[in-house]
């Protein structure tokens, strides 16, 4: 039934015959939210969650705290009784609530309270499957029989059967002590999804379609695009927006909830056919098949998403923004198929792409397309080939500096057709090389007391043990050969450390060289300075031995 129902039941709970019914249901369905929305106007209701709950007389306490606060005059009488008890053996009595917790337990101070209550209050015990594995199903039926046998008090539990562990001993005690079992399997249909944040118009069609029945799941999968969207560019269309949402709902209910998820119960001998069985019901395959069908967002966003979502990766907002490209492009005229007019109409536009974009693969991509169609048509490609090349180098060569080194390294790992794009790439990569080992140089030649100094002479030293800067470094460090490569004058930790650096790569580019220099410079230098410069170069040679 409908939690809508439910509602109705729990507000005639009073005039029914029962003292003691089960809202039963899966997690997330509602059931709290359902007896909450009926209950709210009832000032006589008592809330126990047995969830972290150790001892199962807790709930005596939880009563008879939170009802007896709610009824003063009754715990009044409670107190006044007590209090004629113990002054029979008492002539000095103290304070009344020390006393109370002193020689009686919080059980008889509930029975106590429910004696005088003169309408219906209603206790509502949560969270069964939660329990504690110390409390055992028996005295915990035997204290639900307790209560619900007291004056003017039923009971509504709330649990999701499923997955009690002890289930036969469950239903054995519950046919005694439950009267009547509620079932709640659909939601209400009066949710307040703008409560939950949640666009009503949106999760109308998503549910017509995906029968989601757990309210929390989808509260996680809004509170997915809430965080994807707070990431994403201003900008973009409301279409890429709505299906960027759509993946996040696809994503988060299918990992919760795998409600396409299929067990194999026709497995056979067939090796092809339980190989292809388990690829169709991969998790990945599921999302994209039966939540993402038709949209134009592509498969690569939505595993950038579920990466994201399984903390395996980062959202890079470049990656999103090359992306949305794609999406704005899907279903366009292949290129491969557009006539020389139709070529010649669209290279300009890559062209002006070319000159507008400021990440590098995608500057590269729309350059290798350029390149290809250019060719192909004959076209002059000079001066946009120049505004590029111009381009990529200043785009490389400042994250190069900024310490990225792999665009050096390895490489663009980019897939190029272009074998003029790879030739160019290829050349601006051993140029920045150049350049770079000379800003290196040039810097410490001048100057070893900074932190950047420090880092410079680590960059370089990591260089000069790497083959692909072999050829940048030979030949090119001469500017380094003197004293202020050397803990000589002025020497502080940082300038130790540089001085360390500078005279490792000085050693490994040209050992013989090297160690000449360094008996010319000994002549200049005092005793500690030759001790600090034979202590390091001990440690260099030991290092290359």
């Given amino acids: 039934m409908k939690a809508d129902y439910v509602k109705e039941i729990i507000k005639n709970y009073d005039k029914m015959p029962y003292d ?43 009563t008879f705290y939170q009802l007896g606060l709610k009824d003063k005059k009754g715990m009044r009488k409670i107190a006044f009784k007590i209090l004629d008890i113990v002054s029979v053996f008492s002539k000095k009595v103290g304070v009344a609530k020390t006393i109370i917790e002193s020689i009686i337990q919080e059980k008889e101070l509930f029975l106590e309270l429910t004696k005088t209550f003169q309408n219906n209050h209603v206790i509502v015990i949560d969270d069964l499957e939660r329990m504690n594995k110390n409390i055992s199903v028996e005295e915990l039926f035997g204290v639900i029989d307790e209560i619900k046998r007291c004056n003017h008090v039923k009971v509504i539990l709330i649990a999701n059967t499923l997955e009690i562990s002890d289930k036969d001993t469950f239903n054995k005690y519950s046919e005694k002590v439950i009267d009547r079992v509620y079932e709640i399997t659909e939601h209400t249909d009066s949710i307040n999804w703008t409560k939950l944040h949640i666009d009503c118009g949106f999760i109308n069609e998503f549910l017509k379609i995906h029968n989601v029945r757990n309210i929390r799941t989808l509260q996680k999968a809004q509170n997915l695009y809430d965080d994807v969207r707070l990431q994403l560019k201003n900008g973009y269309s409301n279409e890429f927006y709505e299906e960027i949402r759509l993946a996040c709902y696809g994503i988060v209910v299918e990992s919760t909830d795998g409600i396409y998820y299929r067990e194999n119960k026709e497995s056979t001998n067939d090796h092809v056919s339980n190989v292809t069985f388990s690829m169709t019901n991969r998790l990945e395959v599921r999302i994209k098949s039966h939540y993402l069908s038709g949209v134009r967002i592509s498969g690569n966003m939505v595993d950038i998403i579920q990466k994201y979502y399984e903390n395996k990766a980062e959202l890079n907002t470049n990656e999103v923004d090359a992306e949305y490209q794609l999406f704005l492009h899907a279903g366009d005229k292949a290129n491969y198929y557009k006539s020389d007019e139709e070529m010649k109409l669209f290279l300009p536009k890559l062209a002006d792409n070319i000159r507008k974009e400021n990440n590098i693969a995608k500057l590269i991509k729309y350059a290798d397309e350029y390149l290809i169609w250019s060719e192909h048509l004959e076209v002059d490609t000079e001066q946009t080939l120049k505004e590029y090349e111009h381009k990529l180098h200043d785009m490389i060569y400042a994250e190069v500096v900024d310490g990225k080194l792999d665009y050096l390294s390895y490489g663009l790992d980019i897939h190029m057709q272009s074998e003029t794009n790879r030739n160019i790439i290829k050349r601006l990569i051993q140029e920045i090389k150049d350049e770079l080992v000379k800003l290196y140089v040039q810097y410490l030649s001048e100057n070893t007391h900074s932190d950047l100094a420090y880092q410079y002479s680590y960059n370089l030293r990591q260089l000069i043990n790497n083959s692909y800067y072999k050829d940048a470094i030979a030949g090119n460090i001469e500017k380094l050969y003197n004293k202020k490569s050397f803990p000589i004058d002025d020497v502080t930790e940082t300038q130790y450390h540089t001085a360390y650096n500078i005279m490792k790569v000085m050693y490994i580019e040209n050992k013989e060289r090297f160690l000449q220099y360094y008996d010319e410079i000994k002549n200049t230098c005092d005793h500690m300075a030759i001790h600090r410069i034979d202590v390091l170069l001990k440690e260099i040679t030991g290092e290359a031995g």
Avoid: P, R
């Fill in 20 to 62: 003691c019914i089960l809202i039963d249901g899966t997690w997330g369905i509602g059931k709290t939210c359902a007896i909450n929305d009926a209950l709210k106007e009832n000032s006589n209701v008592c809330y126990v969650s047995l969830f972290g709950m150790k001892d199962v007389q807790q709930i005596f306490h939880e």
